[in-house]
């Protein structure tokens, strides 16, 4: 399922500003991963289905489908996060961001996958013909997980992404249809479901996701609708709604969130969802599939509130489910993406080899298991390894080569003696881009930066995003005063989460609207204390980890300014917003 490639560390913010490791999804997306390789491991060998043994494991390994609902919902948990979490409500890097991580992150593997199963099909043919043996039998076995017998029409299907619309192709590369599905459900929910959602709220976009995806499944039939379920889009939207539930500010979402029992709703579905299932396939054997996937959908995002509950409340997760957080499961997830789309030709293989022992049917199922499972997971970490990894984008490694490279632009830009920092010099660049991605980071609605002028007695605004008129009027901040002039005296971080509360020297803060603050000391040579802080427009609890994430930010401009002996603030500013320049007083820090 696609829903792998989000990162391999699941990072999200936690309030307003704070990030958030959900490493518990990581670990579902690795042992959903996992079980469907077990299920597609398992022979459906009647001859098996009596021994005292196997029925055990036939019964636990026939819910493979909710595997694939748990994924959907995941991914529209985890795509939902980060636009609930902005200031702006959309996508970072508008459509066309979105979808160009989509595509980096998701197609390369694909394709590597595809390009995979094509070779072993050809490769599988040419040995049958070569050998002379009669395989067709065989070959044709477990088709619905792979086959070697494809034509150049299955090809396109699969390139296209569009193989859960093909009744009848031949699986180049079975359990992929997911992919294709979910690929779909990405341009309806960045072009329906998203603006939808900021027009006219939680509730409807989750009523429309449901009838829509419905009424297409009744118009399509029964046998195009079985590959192609659209009522997936419904479980899409649960996962939205359950990401917005966690991080929303809005009062009624606040008290549902606050409210309803998770954990006893997360069991009660999923008690529906077996139950539902099991009557499908014994008494109620026309019962709508659907009716169980939205069953185990309900049962999912529920169990998502309830975890992510405990983690933005700094709580332990329950000791049963903190093996969700283990390092091995965990590990498990980063490559899960890579697992799913590559198991099914090593599963197929390891098949076609032990059908050539002539063995037992009880010791070919065991020798199955025991060679294919670890042989997929080896063969999906190589893969990641090649295929996966060098797609997954990660800020920290840009980061890092930025601050390379501004280290080695900071050397070069002595001249008599002092820094220059201006737009010419690239400082202020580096700054821009810094402060824009804080901003996005800690999803806050102002970042600014404020250093001493040159009676080493007042602040005042260097760079900012959202306070841009702090820099118009020239606003000073006597030591001493206000938010910024008492952190810069105590050289102590200050969070406060209601501005009304407390003495402020700029008028700017309570005009623009600001209910929440916390900010940090940054010290410079000589001496010198500047202030770093963020803020949001509606009230939210920073806390320390806030805290902690602001003094990396700060450690990183002290970086920046390390070398030099004297630091020049008598350069142009730049407004980053309004593109003006303007100056600030000499001194020297």
Known sequence: MNQFRESSTTDYEKSSSQRLRLAYLDGIRGLAALYVVLVHSWDFNPSLQPALFWLPVAKFLRYGIFAVVIFIVLSGYCLMLPIVRSHKGYFSGGLLGFFKRRIRRILPPYFAALLLCVLIGIFTLWLEQTTALDWNERLNALNGLFSPHFSFHDVLFYVLLIQNFGLHINKINGPTWTVAVEWQIYFVF???????????????????????????????????????????????????????????????????????????????????????????????????????????????????????????????????????????????????????????????????????????????????????????????????????????????????????????????????????????????????????????????????????????????????????EEIVQQIRIPIGQGFAGRIAASNEPMIVHNLQEVDIVSPILRHKGLQSLVGIPLSFKQSGIGVLHIGTFQSHKFTERDVQQLQLIANLIGFMTADARVFNFNARLFNFKWGQYKYLEPSTC
């Open 190 to 468: 960045a072009i329906l479901l998203i603006p939808i959602w900021r027009r006219l709220g939680l509730w409807y976009t989750v009523a429309i996701a449901f009838l829509l995806g419905l009424t297409v499944n009744y118009l399509m039939g029964d046998e195009l609708s079985f590959n192609v379920c659209p009522w997936f889009l419904g479980l899409f939207a649960l996962g939205m709604a359950a990401a917005e539930i966690n991080f929303s500010q809005k009062p009624s979402l606040m008290q549902i969130n606050n409210s309803l029992p998770w954990g006893m709703l997360a069991a009660i579905f999923a008690s529906l969802a077996l139950l539902t299932e099991w009557l499908r396939f014994g008494l109620m054997r026309g019962l709508a599939q659907w009716i169980v996937h939205y069953c185990v959908a309900l049962a999912t995002a529920c169990f998502l509130i309830y975890c992510t509950n405990f983690l933005i409340k700094d709580k332990a997760l329950p000791p049963v489910l903190r093996q969700l957080e283990s390092r091995w499961v965990v590990s498990l997830g980063v490559f899960s993406y890579s697992l799913y789309i590559t198991h099914a030709p090593v599963v197929w293989l390891v098949y076609q080899f032990l059908q050539s022992q002539n063995l037992s049917p009880t010791m070919m199922a065991t020798k199955w298991f025991l060679i294919a499972v670890p042989l997929s997971l080896l063969v999906a970490y190589l893969f990641h390894r090649a295929f996966e990894r060098p797609f997954m984008s990660h800020f920290s490694s840009n980061l890092k080569s930025r601050r390379e490279e501004n280290a080695s632009l900071a050397k070069s830009l002595y001249r008599d003696g002092n820094v220059l920092i201006g737009v010419e010099a690239g400082l202020d660049a580096f700054l821009k881009n810094l402060l824009e991605w804080l901003r996005e980071y800690m999803s806050v609605d102002t970042v600014t930066l404020l250093l001493p002028v040159k009676d080493q007695q007042n602040l005042a605004v260097y760079a900012t995003f959202g306070l841009e």
